[in-house]
C-alpha cells in the first residue's frame, strides 16, 4: 500500500515538473502539486499547520516555517 501511494506522489511530482518546466518560485510548484495529488485521488491539503513540541515548547507551525 505505501509503495503504491510512494508511486502515486512520485508520479505527480513528474507530471508538474515535465508540464512546467524549471525556474518558477516554489509555491506555483506547490499549488500544482496540490491539484495534481488531488486527481490522482490522494487527500491533499495546502499548508497545513502542525504542532510541534521541542524540549517542552510546543509551537504551531505551517509547512513554510518548518526548516
Known amino acids: 500500500m505505501i509503495k ?3 508511486e502515486k506522489i512520485i508520479g505527480c511530482f513528474y507530471k508538474v515538473y515535465n508540464k512546467m518546466g ?3 518560485l516554489e509555491s506555483v510548484y506547490e ?3 496540490l491539484i495534481e ?3 490522482a485521488g490522494l487527500k491533499s491539503e ?3 499547520q ?3 513540541n ?3 515548547t510546543v509551537k504551531m507551525l505551517t509547512s513554510l516555517q518548518v526548516k
Open 4 to 6: 503504491q501511494i510512494t
Open 31 to 33: 499549488k500544482c502539486l
Open 50 to 52: 502542525i504542532i510541534v
Open 46 to 48: 495546502y499548508q497545513k
Open 54 to 56: 521541542f524540549e517542552g
Open 22 to 24: 524549471y525556474g518558477f
Open 37 to 39: 495529488l488531488w486527481k
